[in-house]
Structure formats: structure tokens, C-alpha cells
């Protein structure tokens, strides 16, 4: 975990969620706090949000390069703050991560890839709770500037690693999602 940079990305506006979702409480600590918990081992901590927004002791926040236009243009921002080498990148709306999660996709990392992501119990990725290379820069760019959004487009499948097997993760987009 030391040789991963953790990069939590919170730039969101929760307007599914209707209030900051990030500071919305799951048993006694925000999600936020809860995200960077699992994050915690990494020697670079940042924070992709708005200046001033949130302070986590230990987490540098580092500010959008392209503000309000989604997770892709998240990754870029920690990419280009992050020292070379590979990122945990996490949304804030995870409470459910664990260090386990991310030490077994660092496991997984090889040689050729670019990109290490979990694949739900459907065989779908799970983009925002995955590592991906600063080596991806430039193309995470060139596709920010052709207008693309996806994150998913991120990495060259061929250069992703899926790990199928990890512990299902918990997804809050509405109040409802954090249970009764
Ligand atoms: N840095 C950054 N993060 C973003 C941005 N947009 C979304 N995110 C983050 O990406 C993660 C997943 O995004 P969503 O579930 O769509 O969150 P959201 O955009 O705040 O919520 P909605 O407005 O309901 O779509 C969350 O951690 C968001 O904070 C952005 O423009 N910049
Ligand atoms: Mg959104």
C-alpha cells in the first residue's frame, strides 16, 4: 500500500442524493472518512474536490482541472498531481471499501497493466474502486478533449486486469442506497 498513491475523487454535486453525499453518515463516520479509512496505508493521500470543501487530516486536496465534468476528468487531476507510478483511484460513495479491496487488486497488478479492476458477481467492472497507471495521463486527456466522459474508457482493455471474486461493493447515489 505504501507504493500507491490514493486518490479519493469527490468533485460531485450528489444531486441524486440531494445533499453532499460524501459527508452523509454510515455507522458513526461520513463516507468520506470511511472511503479514506481503506486508503489510509498509502504514503500520497489526495483528495479530488473543490477547494475548501472538505479537510481530512493527512489528505492533500488537490483542485479539478476541469471542474463539474465528471470522474474522468477526476483521474486526470490525481494523475497529474500523483508522483509516477500507480493510483488507487476511489469515488467517495463506497462506504463498504476495505484495505482488503486494494491489496488484492495491487496483487493482481503485472507487468503490462495500465489497470486493475474488480468485476462484480454480473461481470461488470468496477471503475471507481480501481488503480490505474500515471502512465495513462495523455490518453485520459486526449479523450477529455475529444469530449468523452466514460471513465470506463480510461484504460485499453487490454491493458486492464479484471479480478473477479472481491466482496460485492456497496453504491450510494440516493439516501435510500444507505439502507433503512
Ligand atoms: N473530482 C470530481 N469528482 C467527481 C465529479 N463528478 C462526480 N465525481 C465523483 O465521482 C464519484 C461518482 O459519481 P456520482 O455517483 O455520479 O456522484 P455525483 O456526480 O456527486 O452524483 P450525481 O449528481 O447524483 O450524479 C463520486 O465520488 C463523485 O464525487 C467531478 O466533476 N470531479
Ligand atoms: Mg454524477
Known amino acids: 500500500m505504501q507504493d500507491l498513491t490514493a486518490a479519493v475523487t469527490a468533485g460531485g454535486r450528489s444531486s441524486r442524493f440531494g445533499s453532499d453525499k460524501a459527508l452523509a ?15 489510509q496505508g498509502c ?15 493527512g489528505w492533500q486536496v488537490v483542485p479539478d482541472t476541469r471542474p463539474g465534468q ?8 490525481a494523475l497529474r498531481a500523483a508522483p509516477p507510478g500507480w493510483v488507487a483511484f476511489a469515488g467517495v460513495d463506497l462506504p463498504d471499501l476495505t484495505e482488503a479491496h486494494w491489496q488484492a487488486l495491487w496483487l ?4 503490462e497493466a495500465r489497470s486493475v479492476q ?3 458477481a454480473q461481470g461488470r467492472p468496477q471503475p471507481l474502486a480501481a488503480l490505474y ?12 478533449d475529444s469530449g468523452e466522459r466514460r471513465l470506463r474508457l480510461a484504460a ?6 479484471l ?18
Open 43 to 57: 504514503a500520497v493521500r489526495l483528495i479530488v474536490a473543490p477547494e475548501g470543501r472538505y479537510a481530512v487530516p
Open 108 to 111: 493482481a497488478c503485472t507487468a
Open 156 to 161: 485499453p482493455p487490454e491493458n486492464t486486469v
Open 118 to 120: 474488480a468485476q462484480d
Open 25 to 39: 453518515q454510515v455507522d458513526g463516520q461520513t463516507l468520506l472518512q470511511r472511503v479514506c479509512a481503506s486508503l
Open 163 to 180: 479480478m473477479p471474486g472481491l466482496p460485492p461493493l456497496r453504491n450510494v447515489n440516493t439516501p435510500a442506497d444507505l439502507g433503512p
Open 70 to 77: 465528471g470522474p474522468l476528468a477526476g483521474l486526470e487531476a
Open 133 to 144: 497507471h500515471t502512465g495513462l495521463l495523455p490518453r485520459v486527456t486526449a479523450l477529455l
